[in-house]
């Protein structure tokens, strides 16, 4: 794996969510996620926590720093996290079998809302659909908080690409989101918000997921150590660690990468066809690099009074 570094720092910002369901109105009558919630004010260009005694060795010798990888404490390697499952995401719905038609938010009621409890009511939900709409029904889901400027305390919630859920229309998702809201209120006893969004393309399901909603406010609070990226077991129809190194080395064009920029600056009006456009040129290349170019993890040193980065041999 290849450590790349993006050369812009991100702004991310959005338009607003689905509609709420139809139900009691909050008490601020607004979304979930809020325009100001979706402000930020951009990510380090560098990893807080790289490696001291490691880097990544290419096949022409240049040496790339390992970073930490802990997208839950690091901003910048939140920010490429979110690169890379962008196109995780794109590339699967390229690829694969289907792609996702439905963006799907689960809520909850009350500050610090156990993780435990919603796993077990986000298993119910799931059973609950599958038995009604079918066993193909695969989800991939991204965890976030709210800030807690607006309440007190965080609240978890999930937001979900769902793929064999069926006909996607805006009327379907009133009609979804009312039903669900009910079972949802059950299960977790007073949560009523389930939000329903029809997505058309693959890059919708970019910019409602994988973009839209990774925001470093509504990270993880400290000390969290869970996984937020969480697909079902079938959601992906080619394996995962091939996607990543097919990403890892498609986001090394430029163009990928100022075009994630964009959508993740204006995930609702960037021109998504272009991506495709780019991915559909590079993506044979990336996956031969993939295939025959995988970098090394070597020992390294620095020089004495230099900046001079010197291997000492491959790790065993």
Not at 74 to 84: I, R, S
Not at 224 to 239: A, E, I, L
Request: with cysteine; charged share 25%.
């Amino acid at each position: 794996m290849v450590d790349l570094l993006p050369r812009a720092a991100v702004q991310p910002g959005g338009a607003s969510p689905a509609s709420a369901a139809r139900g009691n109105p909050s008490p601020a009558g607004a979304a979930l996620v809020t325009t100001r919630e979706r402000s930020d004010t951009g990510a380090p260009l560098v990893c807080s926590r790289p490696s001291r005694g490691l880097r990544w060795q290419g096949p022409d010798g240049s040496l790339y720093p390992v970073r930490c990888g802990a997208s839950n404490r690091c901003d910048y390697c939140a920010m490429l996290t979110a690169y890379e499952n962008a196109l995780v995401v794109q590339l699967d719905a390229l690829e694969g079998e289907r792609f996702p038609t439905w963006g799907m938010t689960t809520t909850t009621h009350v500050p610090d809302f156990s993780m435990h409890n919603l796993r077990y009511c986000e298993a119910r939900v799931w059973k609950y659909l599958r038995g009604r709409y079918g066993s193909g029904i695969e989800y991939l889901g991204l965890v976030e908080w709210t800030t807690g400027a607006r309440t007190p305390g965080r609240r978890p919630h999930i937001h979900h690409l769902v793929k064999g859920l069926g006909r996607s229309d805006s009327e379907r998702a009133a009609e979804l989101e009312r039903e669900l809201s009910v079972r949802w209120r059950d299960y977790t006893g007073g949560a009523w918000r389930v939000e329903c969004r029809p997505l058309r393309t693959p890059m919708g399901a970019i910019a409602y997921l994988t973009l839209h909603h990774y925001k470093r406010t509504q990270g993880p609070p400290a000390g969290w150590t869970g996984k937020r990226f969480r697909p079902s077991r079938g959601y992906f129809d080619v394996p995962v660690p091939q996607l990543r190194a097919e990403a890892r080395f498609l986001l090394r064009d430029r163009r990928i990468e100022a075009a994630l920029v964009e959508a993740l600056r204006v995930p609702d009006g960037f021109d998504g066809g272009h991506l495709d456009d780019l991915l559909a040129e590079r993506l044979p290349a990336a996956r031969r690099a993939a295939e025959a170019s995988a970098p090394k993890l070597v020992r390294v040193r620095r020089l004495t009074r230099t900046s001079v980065i010197e291997p000492l041999g491959d790790m065993c």
